[in-house]
Protein backbone atom coordinates (compact mmCIF):
# COMPACT_ATOMS: atom_id res chain seq x y z
CA UNK A 1 0.00 0.00 0.00
CA UNK A 2 3.16 2.10 -0.38
CA UNK A 3 1.74 4.61 -3.45
CA UNK A 4 -1.46 5.15 -1.23
CA UNK A 5 0.24 6.08 1.51
CA UNK A 6 2.59 8.49 -0.28
CA UNK A 7 -0.43 9.98 -1.92
CA UNK A 8 -2.13 9.94 1.22
CA UNK A 9 1.13 11.97 2.49
CA UNK A 10 0.49 14.82 0.09
CA UNK A 11 -2.82 14.89 -0.01
CA UNK A 12 -2.13 15.35 4.15
CA UNK A 13 0.48 18.41 3.13
CA UNK A 14 -2.30 19.74 -0.09
CA UNK A 15 -4.59 19.88 3.64
CA UNK A 16 -2.41 21.99 5.61
CA UNK A 17 -1.95 24.00 3.10
CA UNK A 18 -5.82 24.74 2.56
CA UNK A 19 -6.08 24.98 6.56
CA UNK A 20 -3.13 27.62 6.42
CA UNK A 21 -4.95 29.55 3.49
CA UNK A 22 -8.60 29.67 5.75
CA UNK A 23 -6.42 30.97 8.50
CA UNK A 24 -4.89 33.63 6.31
CA UNK A 25 -8.01 34.56 5.16
CA UNK A 26 -9.35 34.52 7.94
CA UNK A 27 -7.00 37.07 9.62
CA UNK A 28 -7.64 39.47 6.26
CA UNK A 29 -11.31 39.36 6.52
CA UNK A 30 -11.01 39.59 10.49
CA UNK A 31 -13.73 36.86 10.93
CA UNK A 32 -12.08 34.52 13.72
CA UNK A 33 -15.43 31.84 13.26
CA UNK A 34 -17.68 30.90 10.71
CA UNK A 35 -17.47 32.56 6.84
CA UNK A 36 -18.40 36.55 7.35
CA UNK A 37 -18.75 38.29 4.45
CA UNK A 38 -15.86 38.04 2.22
CA UNK A 39 -16.04 35.84 -0.42
CA UNK A 40 -12.36 34.85 -0.20
CA UNK A 41 -12.95 33.45 2.85
CA UNK A 42 -16.09 31.70 2.09
CA UNK A 43 -13.88 30.31 -0.94
CA UNK A 44 -11.02 29.25 1.17
CA UNK A 45 -13.08 27.25 3.48
CA UNK A 46 -15.31 25.54 0.72
CA UNK A 47 -11.69 24.71 -0.75
CA UNK A 48 -10.34 22.92 2.66
CA UNK A 49 -13.88 21.29 3.71
CA UNK A 50 -14.51 20.25 -0.07
CA UNK A 51 -10.86 18.05 0.48
CA UNK A 52 -12.12 16.65 3.40
CA UNK A 53 -15.36 15.87 2.02
CA UNK A 54 -13.82 13.52 -0.37
CA UNK A 55 -10.39 12.41 0.01
CA UNK A 56 -10.86 9.87 3.08
CA UNK A 57 -13.22 7.63 0.84
CA UNK A 58 -10.93 7.94 -2.12
CA UNK A 59 -7.86 7.22 -0.05
CA UNK A 60 -9.64 4.33 1.99
CA UNK A 61 -10.73 2.90 -1.37
CA UNK A 62 -7.22 3.19 -3.11
CA UNK A 63 -6.13 1.70 -0.08
CA UNK A 64 -8.60 -1.36 -1.05
CA UNK A 65 -7.76 -1.11 -4.41
CA UNK A 66 -4.00 -1.58 -3.83
CA UNK A 67 -4.03 -4.57 -0.74
CA UNK A 68 -6.05 -6.35 -3.06
CA UNK A 69 -3.06 -6.19 -5.71
CA UNK A 70 -3.88 -3.55 -8.45
CA UNK A 71 -0.75 -3.10 -10.47
CA UNK A 72 1.70 -0.46 -9.28
CA UNK A 73 0.98 1.43 -12.78
CA UNK A 74 -2.79 1.76 -12.27
CA UNK A 75 -1.80 2.78 -8.56
CA UNK A 76 0.16 5.44 -9.63
CA UNK A 77 -2.15 7.06 -12.14
CA UNK A 78 -5.00 7.19 -9.63
CA UNK A 79 -2.61 8.01 -6.74
CA UNK A 80 -0.91 11.40 -9.09
CA UNK A 81 -4.35 12.12 -10.68
CA UNK A 82 -5.98 12.39 -7.40
CA UNK A 83 -3.50 14.52 -5.91
CA UNK A 84 -3.05 16.55 -9.40
CA UNK A 85 -7.36 17.00 -9.80
CA UNK A 86 -7.71 18.32 -6.03
CA UNK A 87 -5.37 20.93 -6.60
CA UNK A 88 -6.62 21.83 -9.74
CA UNK A 89 -10.02 21.41 -7.70
CA UNK A 90 -8.84 24.27 -4.81
CA UNK A 91 -7.16 26.14 -7.58
CA UNK A 92 -10.57 27.20 -9.60
CA UNK A 93 -12.43 27.67 -6.50
CA UNK A 94 -9.68 30.30 -5.65
CA UNK A 95 -10.07 32.11 -8.94
CA UNK A 96 -13.88 31.95 -9.62
CA UNK A 97 -15.99 35.28 -9.23
CA UNK A 98 -19.51 34.50 -10.64
CA UNK A 99 -19.09 31.11 -11.83
CA UNK A 100 -17.43 27.56 -11.90
CA UNK A 101 -14.01 27.68 -13.53
CA UNK A 102 -12.97 25.21 -15.98
CA UNK A 103 -10.09 23.98 -12.91
CA UNK A 104 -12.94 23.48 -10.39
CA UNK A 105 -14.48 21.31 -12.73
CA UNK A 106 -12.16 19.03 -13.89
CA UNK A 107 -11.01 18.19 -10.20
CA UNK A 108 -14.01 17.64 -9.47
CA UNK A 109 -15.11 15.48 -12.25
CA UNK A 110 -11.91 13.14 -11.87
CA UNK A 111 -11.71 12.91 -8.54
CA UNK A 112 -15.48 11.61 -8.99
CA UNK A 113 -14.05 9.28 -11.47
CA UNK A 114 -11.09 8.33 -9.43
CA UNK A 115 -13.88 6.97 -6.51
CA UNK A 116 -16.13 5.46 -9.05
CA UNK A 117 -12.99 3.47 -10.41
CA UNK A 118 -11.95 2.67 -7.19
CA UNK A 119 -14.96 1.71 -5.97
CA UNK A 120 -15.75 -0.33 -8.91
CA UNK A 121 -12.80 -2.16 -9.31
CA UNK A 122 -12.12 -3.20 -5.11
CA UNK A 123 -15.49 -4.79 -5.80
CA UNK A 124 -14.61 -6.82 -8.99
CA UNK A 125 -11.00 -7.79 -7.15
CA UNK A 126 -12.72 -8.65 -3.31
CA UNK A 127 -15.49 -11.16 -4.73
CA UNK A 128 -12.92 -12.68 -7.80
CA UNK A 129 -15.00 -11.54 -11.27
Do not use: C
Request: net charge positive; charged share 15%.
Amino acid sequence: MQITFITAAFIGFLFVGLGLHVGRMRGVAKTSLGMGEDPRLFRAIRAHANLAEWAPMVLILMAATESLGASRLEMLVLGISFFVARVLHAWGIFIEKDRPTPFRAIGALVTALILLWTGVHTLIMAYGM
